[in-house]
């Protein structure tokens, strides 16, 4: 049982046809025990019945013939034991004198020396006996008259009638025992269905929200402990729709690695940075002053929405995140916050993307009669602080550091359609194999020190050598610019 329990208890059947198999069995085990019950009750009386007959019988013979045996009236002891034959259960009456002699039969006389077995024990009252004819048990009692033993009274029950209505009962006992088993089993499938049917639906609830679906309806009728957890359930829902939203709305202002960072990560909110090795590109628009003055605001926000938005799609399929909109300028991060081996490569990727894009969305504006728009792009790779910057109140998370600065400082002397690199991009992986530059002069740059060689990339021979014309056109097809 043990075992049949831990078996039910672990396997992957359905729960309604687990507490079936229970419920079965225990109405099986109760109305099992219950018909044994009965029976051997129903048994214990036939055979108390039984005896109480043949002692009444027995006694009352050797009552009836004491008289007539003392005197020894053969002719009246022959009149009582042919009474034997107004009972059908009675088939044989015998009456002994003190020495076994048989003085009076009327019928089926025991087999054996019943006498002998008297004699040597007159504690027991009755002898079961059979015959491949009859099944029958004998009784007897002594005989005495005025307190003096004359002899022995044998009287012979047929076992035969009552083991037919012992049989009978039993099987009548039997077959309401085994139709009351199969109707608490036929019973336990639907009652274990309709036990299971708030369960099921929190199978179903569970499974929609593992699935992403938190706003699949629940049903909250009940006021027990499922009801409570269903009403548990719906709470959760609720929370983790409020959560989808929350993290929605925070990946069209945060990248949704950020995002998801800061609302599933204890430290995602937290002050404070690490260090961290990767790739920066900046983006930014060519002569954003002047277009500005000819343009209203709202032209000015859809003409760099429309470029961004395609920016953007460039830097997820390159791996990067984007870090922020400045104005007219988008910073890009490769290798920040999930860590990347080839980041120098997937920067040099995306500037190429990007410059792409821009000449396409050029071409579809020229044909619209609207201004254009070039962009320079300045990359640069090496450790910065990435992390939450800010205060307590409002933080922000980004990167800082020389490695971001010089990248701001490159942008800036690049001109239009350039993606200018440095030393340090070039020397990631991959780059040398796939990427061709032209070393340009040696430059100072604002707020540093040292010198900086910068490298500008043949684009053309890296749409060439690489598969990046398919990216391009999944992102921007001709056909959507022609």
């Not at 831990?6 to 059947?13: A, G, N, V």
């Not at 929200?209 to 409570?228: A, C, N, Q, Y």
């Amino acid at each position: 049982m043990k075992k049949l329990t831990r078996w039910l208890e672990y396997s992957s059947l359905p729960l309604a046809l687990k507490w079936s198999v229970v419920i079965a069995c225990f109405v099986s085990l109760v109305m099992g025990l219950l018909g044994w019950f009965l029976i051997n009750q129903q048994t214990a009386t036939y055979l108390q019945q039984n005896d109480i007959l043949g002692g009444v019988v027995v006694d009352q013979l050797a009552f009836a013939a004491g008289e007539p045996l003392l005197a020894g009236d053969d002719l009246s002891l022959l009149v009582l034991v042919s009474q034997q034959e107004k009972n059908a259960l009675i088939i044989g009456m015998q009456v002994f004198d003190l020495n076994g002699v048989l003085k009076a039969s009327a019928g089926i006389a025991p087999i054996g020396d019943i006498l002998a077995l008297v004699k040597h024990d007159d504690s027991k009252r009755q002898l079961p006996w059979h015959t491949p004819y009859v099944n029958a048990v004998s009784f007897f009692s002594t005989i005495k008259f005025k307190d003096v033993t004359t002899g022995y009274a044998v009287v012979s029950i047929d076992q035969g009638p009552l083991k037919q209505q012992l049989n009978a009962l039993t099987g009548a006992l039997i077959t309401t025992t085994m139709s009351l088993i199969l109707i608490g089993v036929l019973l336990s499938f639907p009652l274990s269905h309709r036990l299971c049917r708030p369960i099921y639906q929190l199978v179903r609830v569970g499974e929609a929200i593992d699935s992403g679906d938190t706003r699949t309806p629940i049903t909250i009728g009940r006021k027990d402990e499922i009801g409570r957890v269903l009403d548990a359930f719906q709470r959760m829902a609720e929370g983790m729709e409020k959560k989808r939203e929350v993290e929605q709305a925070f990946s069209r202002f945060l990248s949704p690695t950020i995002a998801h960072q800061v609302l599933n990560r204890p430290e995602g909110s937290e002050l404070g940075g690490i260090t961290k090795e990767g790739s920066v590109l900046f983006c930014d628009v060519v002569g954003f002053t002047e277009l500005s003055e000819y343009l209203s605001p709202q032209e000015v926000g859809g003409l760099l929405n429309q470029y961004f938005n395609y920016f953007s799609i460039a830097a997820d399929s390159c791996n990067g995140t984007v870090d922020k909109f400045i104005g007219d300028c988008i910073m890009i991060l490769f290798g920040v916050p999930e860590a990347d081996g080839s980041h120098g490569l997937h920067a040099v990727t995306c500037g190429v993307l990007i410059q792409e894009i821009a000449i396409r969305i050029n071409h579809q504006r020229e044909k619209q009669g609207l201004p254009l728009v070039q962009f320079k792009i300045g990359i640069n790779s090496g450790q910065m602080l990435a992390g939450n910057l800010g205060s307590v109140e409002r933080m922000q998370y980004t990167v800082v550091g020389d490695t971001v600065n010089l990248t701001a400082r490159i942008c800036d002397i690049c001109t239009p359609g350039q993606i200018l690199v440095t030393k340090a991009t070039l020397a990631q992986p991959g780059i040398g194999s796939l990427v061709k530059t032209i070393p340009q002069n040696t430059v100072k740059v604002k707020g540093r020190r040292q010198s900086v060689t910068t490298y500008l990339i043949d684009s053309e021979s890296f749409i060439a050598e690489s598969r990046l014309q398919e990216s391009l056109d999944k992102i921007l097809p001709m056909e959507a610019v022609s």
